[in-house]
């Protein structure tokens, strides 16, 4: 059998990031987190700018989310809100420690005139949502089972006039839906089938039979906690199988080394916001 590559042509895409300046990993509320594993903020620093820089380098445009004393969450960009054709959806956090990054993330877009919708149910931003605007007439993918409320997905379809596909989250080790599925491009992703519900994995393979399936050594490395633009796909580095397959498909890996984050359970689209006008 012959793998004939696609042609992958990149869309240029705005983000939000936010500086690890205060980072530090000061509680545990993923599996992840250890407060007796000592951080080094320096180097944090050094490989999210790393991390900055690849995305600029590639041509997209960053915006810069000021961090604040006592959040040392906030680099976690993607969390705080979830953004479609210029509204935003807001967090609702679910842990108390990081309740207090949804007002900063909600100033942001007041600033800049979004339609702002604020949340009733309890949401972790683009962490459990998804956005496909070329598949199946534009669709969201939601996660719930450990951070987002299934209620909230109501909300999101109301606020964003897109169908939402809710899909249940049920290893406690990917949390979040950007640690188990990714969008690659507009219309196609990634996922590790292990992360999910046998009902949630049989709605992916209808929705997405031509999706890229990671195992579990690509999803314990962090690998599907990825930036794609339709063509290159910002990755961990520690993640070199699954760079390898989407390679064989076509797309462009670019490796970045994000392991200071990672113990703060989280890696590149943790730390990147799509930012959609």
Not at 13 to 31: D, G
Not at 79 to 108: C, L
Not at 212 to 218: I, K, M, Q, S, T
Request: net charge negative; charged share 20%; with cysteine.
């Amino acid at each position: 059998m012959v793998i004939v590559k696609q042609q992958r042509v990149a869309r240029k895409r705005t983000y939000l990031m936010c500086s690890p300046q205060h980072f530090a990993v000061e509680y545990a509320i993923n599996p992840w987190m250890d407060p007796t594993a000592p951080v080094d903020r320096e180097l944090a620093v050094k490989q999210w700018e790393g991390l900055r820089e690849a995305l600029t380098g590639l041509g997209h445009e960053v915006h810069l989310l000021d961090p604040e004393p006592g959040l040392p969450d906030m680099v976690y960009a993607a969390n705080g809100a979830f953004t479609v054709d210029g509204t935003a959806y807001g967090a609702r956090f679910k842990h108390d420690q990081r309740a207090a990054e949804a007002a900063a993330h909600r100033a942001f877009y007041a600033d800049r005139g979004w339609r702002f919708v604020a949340p009733v149910e309890t949401n972790e931003g683009e962490g459990d949502l998804a956005y496909l605007p070329q598949a199946h007439g534009g669709l969201v993918l939601a996660g719930y089972g450990f951070r987002t409320a299934l209620a909230a997905h109501a909300e999101v379809e109301e606020a964003m006039g897109r169908p939402v596909v809710s899909l249940h989250l049920i290893d406690p080790r990917f949390y979040h839906l950007d640690v188990a599925l990714a969008a690659l491009d507009d219309t196609n992703v990634v996922y590790f089938p292990g992360a999910f519900s046998a009902a949630s994995r049989r709605v992916l393979a209808q929705l997405f039979p031509d999706a890229v399936l990671a195992d579990g050594d690509d999803a314990m490395s962090f690998g599907l906690n990825l930036v794609g633009d339709g063509r290159n796909v910002v990755l961990n580095a520690e993640a070199t199988g699954l760079a390898g397959k989407l390679r064989a498909v076509g797309y462009h890996p670019v490796p970045v080394d994000l392991a200071e984050l990672k113990k703060g359970g989280g890696s590149v689209k943790c730390c990147v916001a799509e930012l959609r006008p």
